[in-house]
């Protein structure tokens, strides 16, 4: 699990600065995160914040990207409401059965 440090750093862009050295919460962060950062290059992962900005950044160079994922959504969420449920159609019970007393 990542440090709420670590977040607001790279979602500010930057790596964790350690302050003026009187926090050692940050110190600790600002020594621990190029480490991190290279564990995770290393085994090819990312982190949630890295899912979020990585989103970002294809959408911002690739905008012919971002209009598909617009049609699909917009698309697939206007479907959703004209489907009908299972259970509305007959095919499957609303309410589980209940026994007769």
């Keep these: 699990m990542s440090s709420p440090r ?8 930057r790596d964790p600065d350690p302050g003026d050295g009187s926090d050692p919460y940050a110190i ?24 979020l ?10 905008p012919e990207v971002l209009e598909q994922w617009r049609k699909r959504v917009a698309t697939s969420s206007s479907m959703s409401f004209r489907t009908p449920m299972p259970c ?14």
């Design 53 to 62: 900005l990585l989103t970002l950044r294809l959408f911002r160079q690739h």
């Design 28 to 51: 600790l962060a600002a020594e621990v995160f190029p480490r991190y950062d290279a564990a995770l290059r290393a085994y090819n992962a990312v982190d949630f914040d890295d899912l």
């Design 6 to 13: 670590f977040s607001k750093a790279k979602n500010e862009d």
């Design 88 to 101: 509305s159609t007959g095919s499957l019970p609303c309410s589980p059965a209940r026994k007769a007393t």
